[in-house]
């Protein structure tokens, strides 16, 4: 156990084998793939464990850094290094991914592309791991790219599907432009810091200067915006719902979108230093959490409902970022890793038995489902924040420090709570309660299916009461219990679950009755106020098209035919010479005399055109 | 070496010029063919013998009118090997001649001729040297008898004879107002005194030698008789004349140019004479050879271009004189190829027009030839692996190591230019399918050639073209790991 | 060492066997190729992978031969590119029916001309090969090409050769000055009086135009698409994977030593092309409807990286350069052997013809995705590590200016991943079915490049180790001959 502490790189190195024994012999038995992929998830979580212990115990786990590129001015090197924050994700991430594999073995069973996809999901492990484990952002640059590509494949896993391919592009294209901004600010560190490890870097920190601190810190919160789906980069993750539905629990709780969050955590020194960089993020975090939640409230697709709802919950931790408290945030992520995984496992089950995404077309399943409706249920109550659930300490504590950091976004962040607490409700009643819509059966989907949920419920509904030792395990600063935050919380809340079952409980009516009566504003916000098509007409297509007229106008117009052009003016001019070339021998001589004379009279006069030339010199 | 008999000295000129006048009895006889084996070995023999004499170091002169050093028995050598193979070359379309000996007498003549030009140092030898080579190209370039051929001769005869009226205006004036001598070393001396006619003199007698040299504005022969002339013969009125041209043109530029250089009165910039001279004939025989659907047309205008290059080094300097006789002679070779391809494509019976389009799919039909083709297109580019390549850098690095930077550009940019249409050759050749008017498919390799009396004697052209391109690969090459001094040595000024 | 002159010649008599071969000819291609590595590795002790320098048959004391030859780590990698991508190209042209024995044997006189330019010290045996490498491949373009194979390997040849004689013209001036025939000598000679400033910068600025038509940077760069469009599978991969490279290595071995001054002076201009073809390109490639023509513009926008790296004095920057060129060979080269394969089952390359190949043929579709993820430089692919240094190196000597190279980055997925979702996804059109997917001779080709661009990938010490010592050396003669 001390060894793996000691070795995180196992972490990485084990998924990775793993993948590769997927593709090698995993065609071999329909067993050999899922239980590959709950190797690899069991071997993160292992390690996570034994890091989180040998912290616990009060001492360092071993770290080991080595050159991985030539450079004179600094050391370019990857490595691993291990503390309570890497320890505390790599729990959360080996366990959300252990229960997802173990919910796929069941969901994926009948799938063509299983071997690939245990394969992928076990590379995706390895590449989050090295997002975690890794001592500088070098690494973590490469497994957050990586991570990126597996995402992609695994969003597009349908191949067939073109709008799984095309979610899968934008997932990945979106988060590049992220990545981008990342790589910036990792190059702009770099060439002042001249190091790119954590350790060297908090060394060197104060002697950096303001502005490039908090360049560095915006730049890394543009990729942390990127993977993390805050606004305006957020509108690859509704799409990103085409890929299998465990994929979907994967990403939203506890790899691609963490990262985000765990990048800032982890070069919080830099932020610490950059208070405008804090303003920023806490501004996006508060703007993205209440703008999201409201489209989540007028969603059809019960997975779409949930995408909205964990770019909010994001904003929840940018703002608690923004507000200064990395550990809170963190916290936020480990409880909403847990009942938001939860809640599309569950969700899962609810798809593969109703045959449908869409709410209005569900209803009922609460008889035939009993064992996803209760996990289900403490999920939901923990995203709504309810008294005793996880979901409430974790957001009281960030409601706490915002409110008390600046009052404004913390009044917003309590009308979000209050949204949110609505949308689940509504999406709860529509699914498990009221008449059933659908003619098929409802039905529980088997041990591998209704197990991991239930098991997903323990942590949603207990994690609440271990937030002061988890905060300080990561070393990070605790936030106490706020009785009149919470009060206020589980007013809002309970006001937004009122309302929610209020409303819902006689089905679907009451969303036709609204759509009527808001008409654009209703479709406008349920297509996240149409950001995609502002940025498909403002950025996409004119990109697009720039490139189009570049290629005709510049590269076949002007570059390309300035090189034939010359050819064609040789091919003209030769054409003409042919026709000088009459045949007439008279021609051709007084042709050379003509020559010998200018020849003569360029010879006399050369001396004074030379002198003319030159001008008398 | 002491002895300096005349025959042992001239024993090249005379071997070559024995060799024509056997031949030319033997054509009496009706012997054509052993007529033409006769001047293929008397050439190849004089050959031999003037690289022998190369090698020594000895400098004769002759009754003051010859000045035969190892540089000119280098000169010679050249000469009378491609002499050896145009005839070659040509040997199949000269036995179907009904005067095919004569026809061969002629290139020994020529040969001869223009070996003797090049050691001349006296304007009257070369006036009358100058009349004999038109003479005999005349003839050779009539000799085919088609209506094309005579008026290509009938043009070729009446510029050579303006040019010989050029050639002795210059004379004259030379000799009654420069110091009553012929002797072109004597000539120099006499510039100093009257800068003015010496420099008309200067002209007069270079534009005659460019016009043999085919540069601009003195080239227009060039695309009609490289067109309509026998193969053989058009291959040795590019060649032979222009080696004995170019070389005689250093020698009168230096001497009647050079010394005045310096001094305060010079009105002759020999520089920019030749620089004009050179630009132009690039610009006029690339531009002119672009378009040009005749094979033969094709090659008189990129003569002209060449003889540019040429140029280049005569505006250089004598610095590059081996420099320039490399370039003239792997051209020589070059060229000489691809009339020898010329020839075979003719030999064939076949119904080919003469035109590049016509030799299309000739990659498939007849391997050999096509390649040689493509070796004596490259090399004519300048393409290193090539003999053009080093004949060319001899001349452009030097005139860049000098400081003429732009006449090196202009050179290169030609060369470049120059494969728009020696590719195109290439193009047709290898990669469009055949035409109509199809190459037969007669022997596709020498050795397969050799096994028939009748087959053989038809592939004679092939071989000569193969063996050009060999000569021509081998010379590209064999400098890589000799290194380029021997080649250029063997041209260098006083041995 | 004997075996040096051995590389280059022993495929020059592999092209002889192979035209005489008939139909064996690829097997005659195919041992003359394994032959050669095996003589390459051979090398090994006298510890060329460990820095040492190797020189031919002749030493470059020795006057009058312009055949010298010399190993060092800048040659190294990209002689062992060449071998690998040689192999691949044979591979690839195992179905060539028409003429097997032509085309076997002038791709082994391309691999002769290419190992020499990488291992000429003689500055005009270098010249001889750079220009050599010209007619293989004019003939394999012309030959064994597409529709309009006939004017692009004309537009091929015109268009390098006038970039070359520039190149030739900016040597012989520097001969002129420099009065050294080597390399080595050269760089030697360069502390002295090596011409001044203004006759430096005009010497890079010749050697560079031959140099970056070559590469191609943006504007010289539209030979490009026509050349690797038309060409032949194999001769798509060799463009691509090792012609290109010529111009980088000439940059280096030639432009920066002779003329650092020059160079200094022109870093800017480098700059500028630099970014101007990394964004270019990719925009170029995001539009293209060909399949060959997207891989040949995103040829330029990975070359840009090459120069943005070499418009920076530093040795990074050069190490950079060096993995661009190594890992774009790799991934370029696989890129257009699985279009190749592609061709050769579908018979199109037009995008919008294709679709469904993941469901298909599964080994091709993933190969392909692959080497798209590769070429868009995903991290732990040999793509990324030298764009990083490139970007790095770049920042830090140039600051600000060389963000535009992020558009560059974006594009590079955008163009990569509209392949993968073109080709790779969505339903098949009607005419694709029954397609046979790549089989063990097409995998083991696949395999000889995918495993090098992982290896680079997750560890590219390997190849920047290898030319550290030469790049050492060069930026010391570099910044001798700036400030002697």
Known sequence: MMWLADNAWVAVALPALFALLVALVGRADRLVAPLLGIGSAASVLLSGIAVLLTVAEGRTPAAATIRWLPSEEGILAIGWSADGLVGSMLVVVGFVSLMVMVYSAGYMAADEGRVRYYALLSLFLAAMSLVVVSDGLLGLFIGWELMGVCSYLLIGHWTIKPAAAAAAKKAFLVTRVGDVGLLAGIVLLWSHAGALDYESLAAVIDTLSPDILTTVALLLAVGAIGKSAQFPLHIWLPDAMEGPTPVSALIHAATMVAAGVFLIARTWPIYELAPLATYVLLGIGVATALGAALVACVQTDIKRVLAFSTISQLGFMFAALGAGYWGVAMFHLVTHAAFKSLLFLAAGSVIHSSGTQDLRKMGGLRKGMQFTFEAWTFGALALAGIFPTSGFFSKDKILYIVTSENLPAGALLFLTTAITAYYVARVTVLVFFGPRNSRKKPHETGLAMSIPPLILAIPAVGLGYLAKPSIELMAAEYVGFDLPVALIATGVALLGVAIGVFLHRSGPSADIAFERRLGGVWGWIQAGYRLDSVVQKSVSRPSLGLARAAYRHIDRDLVDRAVIGVGSTANFLGERLRRLQNGDTQWYISMGFIGLIVLYSLSVSWDRIHVWLTGGG | MNVEAWWFVLSPVTIAFAGGVAALILDGWDRRVVAIVVTIISALVAAGASAWLASGSTSFVLADVLLIDPTIYAVWALIFGLSAL???????????????????????????????????????????????????GYGLTASIRTSGAKEAALKYFIQGSVATGLFVLGLALAFGLLGGSTEIAALGEGTAQAPVVALIVSLLILSAFALKLGAFPFHSWAPDVYQGAHPAGASLIVVVPKIGALSAMFLIAEVLMRPLEGSQTAPLQPTLLFSVLAIASIIFGNLGALRQSDFGRMLGYSAVAQAGYALIALAVGLITYPG??????????????????????????????????????????????????????????????????????????????????????AGVLGSVFSFAYYGAVIRTVYFDQPSDTRVPDTPTSPTEALTDTGVRYRALPGVASVVGAGVLVIIGVVPLFIGLTPLVRFFGIGG | MWQLDALVLIPLAGAVVAALAATKAKLVALTFTLANIALFLSLAPSGIFRGEIVHGLFSPQEPGTMWLLTLDGLSLPLVMLTMLLFIVATLSSWGVTSRPAAHHALLLGLQSAILGVFLAEHVLLFYVFWEAVLIPMFFLIGRWGYEGRRQAAVKFFLYTFAGSVFMLIGLLIALMSLEAITFTAMAQTIGGPAGDGFNQVLVFALLSIGLLVKLPAVPFHTWLPDAHVQAPTAGSIMLAGVLLKMGGYGLIRLAIPIAPEGWEALAPLLLILGIVGVVFGAAMALVQDDLKRVVAYSSISHMGFVLVALSVGTETAISAAILVMVSHGLVAGLLFYLVGELYERTHTRELASLGGLSYLTPRLAWSLAFAAFASLGLPGLSGFPGELLAVMEGFRNWSWWIAPVGIGLVLAAAYNLRVVARVNHGPHPPGLSGLSDLGPRALLGVAILAIPVLVIGIWPRIVADLSTPAVQRIIELAVRGVSP
């Open chain 2, 324 to 409: 320039a006789m490399l370039l003239m002679t792997v051209y020589g070779l070059a060229a000489s190829t691809a009339f020898a391809v010329a020839g075979a494509l003719r030999a064939g019976h076949s119904s080919w027009d003469g035109s590049i389009r016509g030799m299309s799919g000739l990659a498939a039909s007849r391997p050999w030839l096509a390649a040689s083709l493509a070796v004596s297109m490259l090399s004519l580019t300048g393409i290193p692996l090539f003999a053009g390549f080093w004949g060319k850098l001899s001349v452009f690095g030097l005139a860049a190591a000098e400081g003429f930077i732009f006449l090196t550009v």
């Open chain 2, 86 to 136: 145009s005839t070659l070359g040509g040997a199949v379309r000269m036995s179907r001649l009904p005067a095919g000996g004569g026809v061969s007498a002629l290139v020994a003549f020529l040969s001869a001729g223009s070996a003797l030009i090049s050691a001349s140092v006296d304007l009257l030898l070369i006036v009358i040297l100058i009349e004999v080579l038109a003479v005999v």
